[in-house]
């Protein structure tokens, strides 16, 4: 039996009892209407693992567990909501499960399954019992409404398979939200049936850099290696619907993200009339940023709200991501159609033209009922609409100019949240990039400034942690990168400081526990000692930084954000 005290995210209270309910072949499962897909998603989990039957029950009764939804006396969420809270009552003779909404129940099953032995996470039985859950009353809520995970899919593509994977893994952590990272200079993921060729040529590039750049005898950093092996793939709509709604049934939702007008080499590979010089190009091999940016032309501005609008009538998401990042401005600097085209549409400078690319699709996502977001980067030109939504990763300057100037964020600050980042200062650490990123440092993580007023604080209505694939190409790699710092993620972002003063100690204690259950759902987790040999990649050339030196760059690139 686990110890009450063991949960993660760490709940705003909970209340010992006596005595324990155990789960035997008798234990049935009784559940409202709200509550049916969760009723399922137990009854799923705890047949696989347990072997028991788990059936309905069609009334609470003794030997029961109880799913319903009653938003009154629950713990209140971000802006006073309830959808998310719950409250766990765990007797002798039942369990109850109550939730503000069903998002709520589901959360409420999450900690009634940690409550229970590590092997409950198996989906096979290893073991008799017995299945027991200690007597408590657990009630918590979210401290932010947007707990997020971006999943970059294009340097490194992940099979459908793989990405119900990472959801199941997310969810069992009450991060709510997957920003699918769909589109990039190294490939382009979702089908896109109006235009065709975007999959047929830029889902796939002949091969892929190994490693970081290196710096070469003229000084100049250049890939030391390739690996000479095509490399692709996309998911179709169908593909795409059966993710959104997997992951929907588990309380998670997926928020599609299209670059734009920058990253876009994939596009431009399929379409090279969308580009600046119209000049054939390929799929990018390398990693980093390619100069290759969209032309300003309306052709291409329709192009991408055509795709906009399948992209919107695939995922129901009520944000689109635009991108709006790392834009190169040397082409539009020396293409006089750019400059003409800068100078006919009153802009000052090529700056103000990304704004207006940006603003253009953004115009388009709002007119389809729909949300913008993109990077801090679209903060440059002064000129975003009040309704975009900005995801600040150079730091928090961006998060904290947003918020100033009226606009939602989502903080996502590299130097706390980058799960690409190396872990340790470890000559053995895997392909190491920039600073150390380890697992108290993502603990430590508040996606609030501390530079806001009250009413600025409000605006920031959550935070994502980033796993950017470069250096990530299998999903073993994905999890060593990912877990444990996922877990101490997810109670920055539902815990933070609203359950009292974060404690290092108490977080490390509860993680301890918490690995078996890793190990149970089959996560290669990092484990604190370093990683395993065959966890290394012994020569491929990595590119570590200071957290001074990473500092002062992003002082320098967030400078034309600053208010």
């Not at 760490?10 to 006596?18: K, N």
């Not at 719950?86 to 109550?98: A, D, G, T, Y």
């Not at 290696?225 to 095509?230: L, V, Y």
């Not at 709002?366 to 993109?374: K, L, N, Q, V």
């Given at each position: ?12 209270l909970l209340t010992p009892g006596v005595g324990a309910f155990e789960i035997t072949p008798s234990t049935r499962v009784v559940a409202d ?411 430590r993580f508040d996606p609030v400034p501390d530079d806001l007023t009250e009413a600025e604080r409000a605006h920031v209505i959550g935070g ?100």
């Amino acid at each position: 039996m686990v110890d009450a005290d063991m949960l993660i995210p760490r709940p705003r209270l909970l209340t010992p009892g006596v005595g324990a309910f155990e789960i035997t072949p008798s234990t049935r499962v009784v559940a409202d209407a709200p509550s049916e897909s969760v009723r399922l998603y137990l009854q799923q989990t705890l047949r696989g693992s347990t072997g028991l039957p788990v059936r309905d029950a069609d009334a609470a009764g003794p030997d029961t567990v109880v799913l319903r939804v009653a938003p009154t006396g629950l713990p209140e969420g971000p802006a006073g909501s309830v959808a998310e809270s719950f409250r766990l009552v765990v007797s002798p003779e039942r369990v109850e499960v109550v939730g503000g909404t069903a998002a709520g129940v589901f959360y409420g099953v999450q900690a009634l399954l940690q409550l229970l032995p590590a092997d409950v996470y198996r989906r096979g039985r290893v073991g008799t019992g017995p299945w027991t859950v200690p007597a408590q009353t657990v009630e918590d809520a979210p401290a932010f409404a947007w707990r997020g995970v971006m999943l970059d899919v294009v340097r490194h593509f992940r099979t459908k398979a793989e990405v119900l994977r990472v959801i199941d893994q997310l969810a069992a952590h009450r991060i709510n939200t997957l920003h699918f990272h769909l589109t990039d200079d190294q490939g382009w993921r979702i089908e896109i049936r109006k235009y065709p060729r975007l999959t047929e040529v830029g889902s796939w590039r002949r091969e892929s850099q190994v490693g970081a750049h290196v710096t070469d005898e003229a000084g100049v950093l250049r890939p030391q290696s390739f690996d000479g092996r095509p490399h692709g793939g996309h998911y179709t709509q169908d593909d795409l619907r059966e993710i959104i709604a997997y992951a929907a049934d588990r309380f998670v939702t997926v928020v599609p993200e299209i670059e734009t007008p920058g990253h876009v080499r994939a596009a431009l590979a399929a379409y090279p009339s969308l580009g600046v010089t119209g000049q054939p190009v390929e799929v990018w091999t390398e990693w980093g940023i390619a100069d290759d940016v969209l032309n300003a032309e309306d052709s291409t501005i329709d192009f991408f709200r055509d795709v906009l609008d399948e992209v919107i009538d695939l995922f129901p998401s009520a944000y689109i991501g635009l991108g709006g990042d790392e834009c190169p401005k040397v082409q539009w600097e020396a293409d006089p159609r750019t400059q003409e085209r800068i100078r006919s549409l009153g802009l000052a400078d090529e700056e103000q033209l990304q704004a207006w690319v940006i603003g253009q699709l953004a115009a388009h996502i709002e007119s389809r009922g729909r949300r913008a977001f993109g990077w801090d980067e679209i903060l440059e030109g002064g000129t975003l609409a009040p309704s975009a939504t900005v995801v600040s990763w150079r730091g928090l300057r961006g998060a904290t100019t947003a918020a100033k100037r009226g606009h939602d964020v989502i903080s996502t600050p590299d130097d706390q949240v980058y799960l690409d980042y190396r872990q340790s200062d470890l000559p053995n650490e895997p392909i190491p990039i920039a600073i150390v990123l380890s697992v108290d440092d993502v603990f430590r993580f508040d996606p609030v400034p501390d530079d806001l007023t009250e009413a600025e604080r409000a605006h920031v209505i959550g935070g994502q942690g980033n796993m950017w694939t470069e250096h990530v190409d299998d999903v073993r790699k994905l999890d060593y990168q990912l877990f444990p710092r996922v877990v101490a993620l997810s109670e920055a972002l539902w815990s933070a400081d609203v359950t009292g003063p974060r404690d290092l100690a108490d977080f490390r204690g509860r993680l301890a526990e918490h690995l078996a259950r890793l190990e149970a759902m089959g996560i290669e987790y990092r484990h604190e000692t370093g990683p395993f040999p065959w966890q290394e990649r012994p020569g491929v050339p990595g590119r570590p930084s200071s957290r001074e030196e990473r500092s002062a760059y992003i002082d320098a690139v967030t400078a034309n954000i600053a208010d």
